[in-house]
């Protein structure tokens, strides 16, 4: 059982605290409430920059000097940016928890970017996205898939932005980002560790509690029309050997379909006595690698069927296989034993999942921000246990319909071999 402790300081920001003292560090993670989907559609890429610019300094700590004062206190630090928030941690001893939060409830206090790191990050980035994504194999699948999936909503375009967009952007843009999305209203700082809750909160309080609430209103309307028709395509791409993407729109992290699916996804690929492994890559040794996945967000979630095809095989050969695995499922659900595998699965996961300090923090701002209950991170496992087959037919049948989908056939280009 995960203890937790919770408070909203006066500004707004909502502090979550848990204490672990088996080990003497201390992770701080404070997040925005603000993913590539809250982007303007000509300005997207904001939201991943500034991943970048938060770390460039601020008003009491010189350009390039954060990692180097936390590194020589024995701490480091990282962010990542999803679809729905963004997420800056950094970890310190338990000793240097006071360090920690004063270096990072700076950069947060006041725009901390100037024109000369904003030029310097925005060349980062784009070589990131050359590497990551535009010269990488399978680099335009979340680009391509996002597209289609989701015409009308900021969850249309890639995290990582357009990189003429990101060539464009001014200290006005950057600044009027930050008035709005870093304000302490939309904030959530976690601490776990080894910590003092009473001393934990009075060092919130002073370096976090004086940071100015702006009060702006954000926007978070969200609409997409259904997808009632299946999309395929074929893209050629910088790859050697084939591969088969079916994606299918599902509903958002947190209901009770999610959860059925992501039993069901669990339940496909979990091992290699599982249908998929079975049925593509050890019988009939057409696939390399082939796997279901769930990717949840706070409005709408994706379930996934990937196949990566081995040498001297095309798409029509996985194309039967993978739709009748999906079928079955519709038509006569999960056998008793891949439903128990799958929820002893997902414990293992979720135990995994809160065994360092890091994960734990990470979790428990998740269930804060989207859920307002920290006290999913001891229940949420409960929620697969509920569905019979069915419950699961039912979401099956409702979600993963050839007609409610998109598949993206990856082929090797000019210099390949493969047809699909």
Same mark, same amino acid.
Request: charged share 25%.
């Given at each position: 059982?995960?203890?937790?402790?919770?408070?909203?300081?006066?500004?707004?920001?909502?502090?979550?605290?848990?204490?672990?003292?088996?080990?003497?560090?201390?992770?701080?993670?404070?997040?925005?409430?603000?993913?590539?989907?809250?982007?303007?559609?000509?300005?997207?890429?904001?939201?991943?920059?500034?991943?970048?610019?938060?770390?460039?300094?601020?008003?009491?700590?010189?350009?390039?000097?954060?990692?180097?004062?936390?590194?020589?206190?024995?701490?480091?630090?990282?962010?990542?940016?999803?679809?729905?928030?963004?997420?800056?941690?950094?970890?310190?001893?338990?000793?240097?928890?006071?360090?920690?939060?004063?270096?990072?409830?700076?950069?947060?206090?006041?725009?901390?970017?100037?024109?000369?790191?904003?030029?310097?990050?925005?060349?980062?980035?784009?070589?990131?996205?050359?590497?990551?994504?535009?010269?990488?194999?399978?680099?335009?699948?979340?680009?391509?898939?996002?597209?289609?999936?989701?015409?009308?909503?900021?969850?249309?375009?890639?995290?990582?932005?357009?990189?003429?967009?990101?060539?464009?952007?001014?200290?006005?843009?950057?600044?009027?980002?930050?008035?709005?999305?870093?304000?302490?209203?939309?904030?959530?700082?976690?601490?776990?560790?080894?910590?003092?809750?009473?001393?934990?909160?009075?060092?919130?309080?002073?370096?976090?509690?004086?940071?100015?609430?702006?009060?702006?209103?954000?926007?978070?309307?969200?609409?997409?029309?259904?997808?009632?028709?299946?999309?395929?395509?074929?893209?050629?791409?910088?790859?050697?050997?084939?591969?088969?993407?079916?994606?299918?729109?599902?509903?958002?992290?947190?209901?009770?379909?999610?959860?059925?699916?992501?039993?069901?996804?669990?339940?496909?690929?979990?091992?290699?006595?599982?249908?998929?492994?079975?049925?593509?890559?050890?019988?009939?040794?057409?696939?390399?690698?082939?796997?279901?996945?769930?990717?949840?967000?706070?409005?709408?979630?994706?379930?996934?069927?990937?196949?990566?095809?081995? /040498?001297? @095989?095309? %798409? &029509?050969?996985?194309? !039967?296989?993978?739709?009748?695995?999906?079928?079955? $499922? +519709?038509? =006569?659900?999960?056998?008793?034993?891949?439903?128990?595998?799958?929820?002893?699965?997902?414990?293992?996961?979720?135990?995994?999942?809160?065994?360092?300090?890091?994960?734990?923090?990470?979790?428990?701002?998740?269930?804060?921000?989207?859920?307002?209950?920290?006290?999913?991170?001891?229940?949420?496992?409960?929620?697969?246990?509920?569905? /019979?087959? @069915?419950? %699961? &037919?039912?979401?099956? !049948?409702?979600?993963?319909?050839?007609?409610?989908? $998109? +598949?993206? =056939?990856?082929?090797?280009?000019?210099?390949?071999?493969?047809?699909?």
């Amino acid at each position: 059982m995960v203890e937790f402790k919770e408070h909203i300081l006066k500004n707004g920001i909502r502090l979550v605290m848990s204490r672990r003292p088996s080990i003497p560090s201390v992770i701080i993670n404070t997040s925005f409430h603000v993913g590539s989907k809250n982007e303007e559609p000509e300005k997207t890429g904001l939201t991943h920059l500034f991943e970048h610019l938060m770390f460039t300094g601020s008003r009491n700590i010189s350009q390039g000097m954060f990692d180097e004062i936390l590194n020589a206190n024995g701490g480091e630090s990282n962010a990542f940016t999803t679809q729905d928030y963004t997420s800056y941690y950094l970890s310190v001893p338990s000793s240097r928890l006071e360090l920690g939060m004063w270096l990072d409830s700076d950069r947060f206090e006041s725009f901390p970017v100037n024109k000369e790191s904003l030029e310097i990050q925005k060349k980062v980035v784009i070589e990131e996205k050359m590497q990551v994504h535009d010269n990488a194999p399978f680099g335009s699948l979340e680009q391509e898939s996002n597209k289609r999936l989701f015409p009308k909503s900021g969850y249309g375009w890639q995290i990582i932005g357009d990189d003429k967009h990101i060539r464009k952007f001014t200290i006005n843009d950057v600044q009027n980002f930050f008035d709005k999305y870093y304000s302490p209203s939309n904030a959530f700082v976690t601490i776990a560790g080894d910590i003092d809750y009473n001393e934990t909160l009075n060092l919130a309080e002073k370096y976090y509690g004086g940071i100015e609430n702006k009060n702006i209103e954000i926007d978070r309307k969200f609409e997409e029309d259904e997808i009632n028709e299946s999309t395929e395509e074929t893209i050629k791409d910088n790859i050697t050997l084939p591969a088969r993407f079916v994606f299918y729109r599902i509903p958002e992290a947190g209901t009770e379909d999610y959860y059925t699916l992501k039993l069901i996804s669990t339940a496909l690929s979990s091992g290699e006595s599982s249908r998929i492994f079975q049925q593509l890559v050890s019988k009939n040794r057409l696939s390399s690698e082939a796997y279901t996945y769930v990717n949840g967000m706070e409005n709408s979630s994706i379930f996934c069927f990937n196949c990566f095809l081995n /040498d001297g @095989k095309v %798409i &029509k050969d996985v194309s !039967g296989i993978m739709d009748e695995i999906l079928d079955d $499922v +519709i038509e =006569n659900g999960l056998k008793d034993e891949e439903i128990t595998k799958s929820i002893n699965k997902v414990e293992t996961s979720y135990y995994f999942r809160i065994q360092t300090s890091l994960r734990l923090a990470d979790s428990l701002t998740y269930y804060k921000m989207f859920f307002d209950d920290c006290s999913m991170i001891n229940t949420e496992t409960e929620k697969f246990k509920i569905f /019979d087959n @069915k419950r %699961i &037919k039912e979401a099956a !049948g409702k979600y993963l319909n050839k007609n409610k989908r $998109v +598949i993206l =056939n990856y082929i090797p280009g000019k210099n390949g071999g493969a047809n699909a």
